[in-house]
């Protein structure tokens, strides 16, 4: 129970449950006012059922809500709003044929009335919204459509949006997952002036890195249940951790040590428009090579043009020192290549079909006859995959829509290996998973291996590279400016190369420090 009930925000006793699940036990929680306040748990942890709670899209079964003291019932979100309560969540929720000015003020426009008809009034719209981005310190024009802005934009717009209901709690969820580091500055400084003026921040992400940076507390959640708040400054990120996931975790990335054979994989001079430049690379067998560079600089470009999912204009591809042809998608798996995307939910999985059917998907060609999918063996493969890659799933009939983030993912590399790949190409594997998940995929990953697969890694976190591979390559703007072995890699090298001009790294592509 919350004796103190000071807070800006407090929950008391919070109890939530769905058919066959209890989501929220007892779950009590507080923010002062002008602070930032982490919430970390693993995926499935109960984080998003209490925020919606909180927000009122779910009422509690029992327990007290108290915002500035005073005991309230939050029945919407638009009963949230007026208790000061906004949330910004990971997808933005703006519409991209409207403005910026229309929809921050949509469903709550100011109006004024002339004679007996009421019209919207667009000057007092710009005039609050302008107030709002001078406290942010944030330039946009307001009548530009939401679909000619980038990611960075929208996040503050959705910032400047939930202020616009004079909201006093705020609550980020995941607001950095599509962020560039430079842009990750700028909203961290843009939450520290929010601070200052006396906005409650509560900050949800997996990214321990950014809790300690930004974060004045920390709340952690395992299985519903309350199990810590610490002030930042006083714990570890090795604490943090260890009251996630119940246990010790003893290694982030479990390198294991494989035998590397020959060259299983070769890429030569990849061109793709103004995307690629003679990109060329190449995978030893039982080897995990990784692919890193700043947003924009053609990673993910690549990888979808060498499995035949866009089409490169000129280039090489060759496996086992022969050279073939990858025109689809569907050659590239006939040909032993198979990509896991960055966005499982939108390219990788079919979030309403159960683990089975999406274990199978790719390969219903190979257990069917005369059109009939043979449903034993399909439910075998689903049986399997939760073995063998530890999905936390009662069976094979469970729909991936209701799994946990990391969960999903070991669905996606399931799914791929089931292929029985040479390689596999994982795009940003880890991405939006708990640190617990994250080891666990990194254990399955170096199991892998061991079968004598060969991994082309993707990845925007530099540690997962460098804890994981045995090479990385470096791309800028299209091009590979850089290759590192594992004995000479580290973070400020990898960071120096990927930072360099198109000018200054022209001449040196390709160039190998060993």
Known sequence: MIENRDGILVLDRI?????????????????????????????????STLMKVVTGVYPPDSGDIYVDGKKVTIKSPNNAFDQGIAIMYQETSLFNEMTILENMFLNHEITRKIGPITVLDYKAMENKVQGIFQRMNVKLDLHEKVKNIGMASKQ???????????????????????LTDREV?????????????????????????????????VTI?????????????????DRLVADMVGR?????????????????????????????????????????????????????????????????????????????????????????????????????LVLGMDIKKNVSLPQLHTISKRSMIDFKREREMGTKAIGLFGIKAPNEDFIVENLSGGNQQKVSVARATALEPKLMI???????VDVG??????????GLVEQGLSILMISSELPELLGMCDRIYVMNAGRIVGEFD?????QEAILKVALETNDETNGKAGESHA
């Open 248 to 348: 010790e975790v003893t290694t982030y990335y479990p390198k294991v040590d494989v035998d590397i054979g020959d060259v299983a994989i070769e890429f030569k001079n990849i061109n793709q428009g103004r995307l690629l430049h003679d990109v060329s690379l190449n995978v030893r067998r039982g080897e995990i090579v990784g692919l890193s560079g700043l947003a924009g600089a053609g990673r993910t470009e690549f990888a979808q043009a060498v499995c035949g999912i866009t089409k490169i204009d000129s280039g090489k591809i060759l496996i086992g020192g022969k050279e073939v042809r990858i025109d689809s998608y569907r050659k590239a798996m006939a040909e032993g290549i198979v990509y896991v995307s960055e966005d499982r939910g939108k390219y990788g």
């Open 486 to 490: 594992r004995a000479h890699a580290s």
């Open 156 to 178: 503050l717009v959705e910032i400047a949006k939930a202020l616009t209901f004079n909201s006093k709690i705020l609550i980020m969820d995941e607001p950095t997952a599509s």
């Open 437 to 446: 998940a994250k080891a666990e995929i990194h254990r399955i990953i170096g």
């Open 15 to 47: 109890n939530k449950s769905f058919p066959g699940v209890h989501a929220l036990k007892n779950m009590s929680f507080s923010v002062r006012k002008g602070e930032v306040h982490a919430i970390c748990g693993e995926n499935g942890a109960g984080k």
């Open 185 to 217: 500055t700028a909203l961290f400084e843009i939450i520290r002036g929010l601070k200052a003026q006396g906005v409650s921040i509560v900050y949800i992400s997996h990214r321990l890195e950014e809790i300690f940076e930004i974060c004045d507390r």
């Open 426 to 432: 994982l795009d940003e594997p880890t991405r939006g």
């Open 221 to 237: 959640i395992r299985d519903g249940e309350f199990i810590s708040c610490m002030d930042v400054a006083s714990t570890t990120k």
